[in-house]
């Protein structure tokens, strides 16, 4: 049916199935043939059900255009193919109908167009709410949003010109009407350690390059701005440009974007002033003296000093030496400690990437106090995090990432696969269970506190140990992890790190994450107030600053997914050459494997594509009958029954539980909405009839005025009869029999008065009197 109607509807040309519920056989051999025969044919929507398959087609396509909007919007699922569009309008709709947050995760490899899609789905809502000078100032923000934080936490990497380093959950909140009246961003693992290295082939963020390529002359004298491969922080990968990305223009985009969300001219200055400073900063080198670290040249340090506003002794003290709380009988001192040129390297580097961190915040901090307002009613929350990677050697960074991707799949797991079950059993609904692999066996290896501790809760201990830098923490990490988890299935480990066996690979991990922390990080005062009070920027005596752990992020954004009603878009990698129509078969299938779409098909081909509970499912299909409409009023079950049977929907169509209705195929619940919409289409002519009517005797009424003022004492004789309705039956025919006998039976008499009647002489004739008809 489905396929038929975008046939007749549409006249395009069929590619695979839309639904891969609809598949033949269902095999991971059969998912990756029909994924690339959409993908070679331009259809890089595919849907599970309501779950949403993008594959990225690194290029541009002509689907998004207001076109498609107009196409979707208040559109069922089946009526058009798939398309992100179609989960963005369900999402809004279901928020105004069911009065519930939605949230949308959206997960895949990094590359696989994460971002793409979530800007998207930002841009279709923004579309389709509602207007006004308010709602608009929030929909350039949320908008304008992008570029900026693309800017300072996207990069180059060796598998996506844009990917993002930095996870962000952008909440758009609604008034009760669906307009868009304000938003907030969650930022989190942003990934610090870019800023002093990256990988070979490379860059760094965005900003760097922008400000390198865009900054005027004025802006290149006051800050030292040079060719990219004077920078010790950019010149290590040797990639400074990227195909396709103008760094010149996106820098304007930049600070239009800063312009936007409400960053002063001032507060600009004070920010590319910090980015350059952090450039500078790397360009500080040590040398050995005496065993203990001293700056190699004080003209490379004076500039970073003054850029970042840090007294320069103050700045060259703190670099290469730090105190240290000594307690020995019973006394306290704080003792002064030097360090060596790999300390003092380390140090700078640290300083680096907490200032770039804080600045972040900071910009963060803007967007939202741009876009807050003072209560909450609905929200539409859209995840994009940077996606599930695996290296030859993974950083802690990357390992905190892997760790909360691995938490979404637990949450697809938990709401797709277990949940969707478990609740057949609860509501007594004939069910033949599914296996699947549930991989909260992971998440507890790494978060579990106890019984065994998990490698976050191991990691915790020996940081809480340590010493100064933590020389000698690597083997005892190590030695820990393989005592307390070694014999654990999904754990290995060796000599030099240890590996995870997450759903999407083994991620090996190098033991050395928490050691980017020393005490002059944890004394730096927020950069908050170091842009709004530049004076008194970076006065290293020290506010402690600690923040949230890795762990806790994770579970923090769990929490507040699982308060929101969810929606999935698993995006998939087709090649890892970025180009057009290049599908690696391989590549494609271990995408599937491990995302579970076998299981998520069988599951939805199995089960049920809808279910609700009585109260709500009679209160959203009670207009379908009178008995029903306004309310049921008696038990909502037997409700349920009667309207499923005054519509005639077969009986294998769907099964009662205990507390909810279950739906099988789509289709069934596609008849159901339809009815609704033309039993409301009918009302809703029924009362534009009646307005209409009513509109157009006022307008009668008014043009009636209108006509008799126009003549109102300009009429020579019987002036005062232009003001007098028109009646017609001036004698009264109804209520006179005796008159009524002059009138023919079948003739009807449109105007009845008394007349005076002449003779041919002109003269009246006495006491005679006639009708004119």
């Known amino acids: 049916i489905k396929e038929r109607y975008h046939w007749q509807t549409h006249n395009v040309k069929q590619s695979g199935v839309d639904d891969m519920v609809l598949l033949a056989k269902i095999s991971e051999d059969a998912i990756v043939e029909n994924l690339k025969k959409r993908f070679m044919d331009d259809y890089i929507f595919t849907y599970i059900g309501p779950v949403l398959i993008s594959v990225n087609p690194f290029k541009q396509l002509p689907y998004f255009t207001d076109r498609e909007i107009d196409l979707y919007q208040g559109a069922a699922q089946y009526e058009n193919p798939p398309h992100i569009y179609a989960l963005a309008d369900n999402m809004y709709r279901n928020m105004l109908i069911d009065g519930e947050n939605q949230c949308v995760i959206i997960s895949g490899e990094s590359g696989a167009g994460k971002t793409v899609a979530a800007k998207y789905i930002m841009g279709y809502v923004s579309k389709v709410s509602g207007g006004g000078p308010k709602v608009q100032h929030v929909k350039d923000i949320i908008l304008k949003s992008n570029p900026l934080l693309e800017a300072f936490g996207n990069a180059k990497t060796v598998r996506n010109n844009n990917s993002s380093r930095f996870g962000k959950y952008f909440e758009i909140q609604f008034s009760r009407g669906g307009e868009p009246d304000g938003g907030k961003i969650s930022n989190f693992l942003l990934e610090k350690s870019r800023v002093v290295n990256q990988n070979p082939g490379e860059r760094s963020f965005h900003i760097y390059y922008q400000l390198l390529e865009g900054a005027s002359p004025e802006q290149q004298e006051n800050l030292g701005i040079t060719s990219p491969d004077y920078y010790y922080y950019l010149n290590q990968s040797a990639a400074y440009k990227v195909d396709d990305m103008n760094d010149r223009q996106e820098f304007q985009e930049t600070l239009a974007a800063m312009d936007v969300v409400g960053v002063s001219g001032e507060e600009q200055t004070l920010v590319l002033q910090l980015v350059a400073g952090i450039l500078h900063l790397g360009n500080i080198s040590f040398r050995e003296s005496g065993n203990y670290a001293v700056v190699e040249s004080e003209d490379f340090l004076a500039f970073p000093a003054y850029l970042l506003g840090i ?64 209560h909450e009613e609905y929200n539409i929350g859209v995840l994009d995090i940077y996606g599930f990677e695996i290296f030859q050697k993974n950083g802690f960074e990357q390992f905190c990432i892997n760790f909360v991707n691995e938490k979404l799949q637990q949450i697809f797991i938990e709401l797709t696969l277990k949940a969707e079950q478990e609740e057949y059993v609860q509501e007594g609904i004939r069910w033949s269970p599914i296996d699947y692999f549930n991989n909260k066996v992971v998440c507890d290896l790494i978060e579990n506190k106890v019984n065994p501790p998990g490698v976050m809760s191991i990691l915790d201990d020996v940081c809480a140990t340590m010493h100064a830098k933590g020389e000698g923490a690597d083997q005892t990490l190590l030695q820990k992890l393989q005592m307390v988890i070694g014999t654990h299935p999904h754990f290995n480990s060796w000599n030099k790190g240890f590996v995870v066996h997450h759903y999407a690979g083994k991620d090996p991990s190098a033991p050395r994450p928490c050691y980017e922390m020393p005490a002059l990080l944890r004394a730096l005062p927020p950069i908050q107030a170091a842009i709004r009070a530049p004076r008194e920027r970076f006065n290293i005596e020290f506010c402690l600053f600690l923040p949230p752990t890795p762990k806790k992020q994770a579970n923090n954004l769990v929490d507040t997914l699982m308060k929101c009603t969810p929606h999935y878009i698993r995006c998939i990698k087709p090649n890892e050459t970025k180009r057009p129509r290049d599908w690696e078969e391989s590549r494609v299938k271990h995408q599937v494997e491990y995302l579970g779409l076998r299981e998520n098909i069988r599951v939805r081909r199995a089960g049920y594509a809808y279910r609700r509970v009585f109260q709500k499912f009679l209160h959203r299909y009670a207009i379908l009958t009178p008995e029903t409409w306004p309310a049921w009023r008696g038990d909502e079950r037997r409700g349920v029954v009667h309207l499923l049977n005054s519509v005639n929907m077969d009986p294998d169509q769907y099964q009662l539980g205990r507390s909810k209705v279950f739906i099988k195929a789509p289709e069934s619940l596609f008849l159901l909405e339809e009815m609704r919409e033309r039993r409301y289409d009918g009302y809703a002519r029924v009362i534009q009839k009646a307005w209409r009517k009513h509109v157009a005797v006022r307008k009668y009424i008014r043009m009636r005025e209108e006509a008799s003022n126009i003549l109102l004492n300009k009429k020579e004789r019987r002036r005062n009869s232009i003001n007098r309705n028109f009646m017609g039956d001036y004698v009264g025919l109804e209520s006179r029999p005796e008159l009524r006998c002059f009138v023919g039976r079948r003739e009807r008499v449109d105007f009845a008065d008394t007349v005076v009647k002449y003779d041919r002489r002109f003269k009246v004739s006495p006491g005679r009197a006639g009708l004119s008809p």
């Open 311 to 374: 007294d320069q002794d103050r700045l060259r003290e703190k670099l290469t030496s730090r105190k240290m709380d000594s307690k020995w009988g019973g006394r306290s001192e704080v003792i002064d400690v030097t360090l060596n040129v790999e300390q003092a390297s380390f140090t700078r580097d640290a300083l680096a990437k907490a200032l770039y961190a804080r600045l972040f915040d900071y910009l963060v901090d803007a967007v939202n106090k741009a876009m807050q307002k003072d």
